[in-house]
């Protein structure tokens, strides 16, 4: 049984008469122990999702959903105070601004003790030493004096291994990553990866990764999503992607990477932007900027089939498939 | 800490001796002679004037008069009124509780009404409560206070006869001046009906008074609350699974109320201001209304006196509030 | 192998940036009715010789005190009542609208170029001028506004023009300080050092570069300087050191008013409501504009 189950998540804004769907009918899985990401441009609604999961959108924000069960419970029929009781226990986010995602008022070793003595119901010397624990945990060095400290007394890496250890404190089953190492340094990006890579594999944890950083990504990641505009346009394990990707977006996002370009004049990249709230297309989202589109392509939004959301996927060769 | 508490009173030096030479230029540059404005009499014939000008060291240079007026100053000698002949410290120090009374009560109105209300407002965005906040608050932002003030008595004292129409308190009462706050006077004196006369006294005033700082609290509250809400950390928050109530009272308030403490304190300048008016409404034996008096008296070196106080009062004020702001906010504290 | 790349004219429709403006400002109903009043009060100050049925200052000495036309006593000539001394107070409300609106305009004019001016000098040069500059508002502001105000009405006697520079003196050091401050903010971002290593010289640096995109905050300040100087000249007015009898301003008229508060509750209450009524229109309005103009600047950014 997998451990979260999503499926035709849709996220509106905006108003009733107009409204602006930054998720349009989403589907998603994730098992105990794996580790997923998923990929996509500012815009594309990877943060957004992961929010309404968390309960944290609100009002004018509409969440709909045909399912979405979360180990074994129906997210949707929760009422609030059941709802908090998963929410930082069971799932865990932590975000892509530590510093700004810490409260500067309230020591770190106040923010970490806070998960623990709300969920796990700790005081005083167990509270303690969970706390300290959970910083060594995270490889903050002279953890103890760290306790005491204000967020901005601390690094960015600093702080979110902070984030990291608040985030883990209960041992959630799951764990949504939101860009956690796109305001660090490449450095310490790599140390929160290794970190996070770690900590997964120790716990057991199901861990959502969420970038726009395909390199990133790759080392790690046993599968991929590709998301655009609000939906999912391509999944497939990680070596199938990068190897042979079928979505005519997967393959420009590849092409993109500086690392395929060389050689070349000028770096890949695709036209043109994002549909925005005044300008979605009626057929494909892509369509105006693919360049193999179709006729077909402008008229009816293709449907996820078999991990692809296209009328023409690319073949082995990366060649479109349209007739 | 303590290298923050200097550096703050360091900025404010300049400042205070700008208000001295303020002051200290003040009397003369009234049109007419010096001497006359200083001595409160046209005509002086030669013999007076020339004695007059020697007694007031006026015939020396003027850096020696400013070193002359600033170490009268740090003796506490603030001059002679004209009017009474009395020292204006004397008088200044009798009146001076009067107005520091209702200040004080002016400002824990509006603080204990504005500051919930605001907070409330902010919390509920949008609801019927916050509407109704905001157009209180924007009603009392934009009415003229002595206004307000006439029409309270109107109504209040006048129509209904629930409050009386000026003064401190009855006539019959005699209170000896202990502390100078009648409040507290009156309850120690032991006198039937004296605490209570002070204190009704007190209302209208101090609700007068008091509404422009309110309506600017609570607006200051609620922005301050919204913008709060809006953080990354109340994001985590809610992330971590706390319950609403702790997420605002934890988590939101303490960021909140940062601004609003600068706000508060910015708010005597307000008080110092709306004082004059109230005071000349009802009557009240404070500074405001001596400041006024003077002016249409010529009691120059009143004015001067007043305006020298009052403006150290704010400076005073204003510098309690910065050292206070930065103990509260860990940032600015250990920065730098 | 590649084909040419068509991008589909998908043609999106953005409002025009007046029309989202007024869009958002006008979702705000307050304001917008706040607007039509201020309108009507800027109309009457404009009109006031023709639409005011009476001279303000004629004495009617036959019809002092008179109530309003709909209490008992009162007469369809004088439609608000007449005051103490036999004037028609509608009369004396509209021209009183005028003289208000003058001050006001005229001091909010007079105090925000020389601070807008005075602003961008501390912010371009803040170790020279600057320092001297701040530190001359830093006295300034030391004393609060009515204050400040008697202060230089002690200096230079009452009437309608001290009144104008006692209220502008009183400003100017918050324009400056705000205009520094949104001048500080913007010299330090990248168009303001491309427009100097492309050769732009200082003056048009602070003026054509800077000063446009510190206006916004400027504005809206500016509107609540306005109904704040009309607070102010009521003020003054009223305690009899700014516009002097029989000239009709608002305060003043209240400060005769006093004596009346039984005996001719019209005369207090008239004028009274009629600054709240334009003051508050006048910040609804502000903050109207304020909303319009804010989150634009955020979706811009």
Redesign the interface.
Known sequence: MSLLKIRNLRVEFGSLAHPFPAVDGLDFDIDRGELVGIVGESGSGKSVTMMALMGLIDAPGRVTADELVFDGHDLLKLKPAQRRKIVGKDISMIFQDALTSLNPSYTVGFQIKESLKVHMGLRGAALEKRALELLELVEIPAAKSRLSAYPHQLSGGMNQRVMIAVAIACNPKLLIADEPTTALDVTIQAQIMDLLERLQKEHNMGLIMITHDLAVIAEMAKRICVMYAGQVVEQAPVADLFRAPRHPYTQALLEAIPEHSKGAHRLSAL??IV??H??R?KGCLL???C???QDKC?QERPALLDGVRCYYPLNAEGESTHG | MFSFILRKLATVI??FI??T??AFA?IR???GDPIEVMVGERKLDPVMHAAAMQRLGLDQPLHIQYFRYVKDLAQGDLGISLVTREPVTKEFLTLFPATVELAICALLFAVLVGLPAGMIAGLKRGSVFDHGVMGVS??G????I???G??L??YFS?TLGWTPVSGRIDIEFDIAQRTGFLLIDSWLSGEEGAFKSAAMHLILPTIVLGTIPLAVIARMTRSSMLEVLREDYIRTARAKGLAPTRVVVVHALRNALIPVITVIGLQV??L???A??TE??YSWPGIGKW??DS??RRD?PV?QA??LV??TI??VVNLFVDILYGVVNPRIRSAK | M??Q????D?????PSPLKEFWQSFSHNKGAVVALFIFLSVIFCGVFAGWIAPHDPVEQYRDHMLTPPSWAEGGMSTYLLGTDELGRDILSRLIHGARISLFIAFMSVLMSLIPGMVLGLLAAFFPKGAGTVIM??M??ML??????LA??I???L?PGLINTMIAIAIGTLPSYTRLTRAAAMAEINKEYVTASRVAGAGALRLMFLTVLPNCMAPIIVNATLGF?SAI?ET??LG????GVQPPTPEW?TM?SA??DY??RA?WV??M??VT??VT??S???MG?GLRDALDPKLKRAA
Not at chain 2, 141 to 144: L, R, T, W, Y
């Open positions: 036209p043109g549909p925005g005044y300008d297309p369509s105006p900027r360049r193999y589109a402008s | 300049p400042t700008g208000i030479l303020v003040l540059m009234i049109p924007m009603t932002f934009s009415m003229p002595f206004w307000w006439l029409i008595i109107m006048v300048g307000s110092l201001g709306g004059v008016l000349t409404i400041l006024v002016i249409s120059y004015v007043g305006i009052s403006a704010f400076i | 590649t084909t790349v068509q991008i589909a998908v043609v999106p429709s953005y530190r001359v830093d006295v030391a004393l609060p506004g009515i204050l008697i202060c009405i002690t200096i006697g109904s607070l009521a003020a009223f305690l009899g050191l305060g209240l008013a006093r508060i039984e509750p207090v209450t004028p009274g600054i709240l003051v508050l006048i910040n609804l903050d």
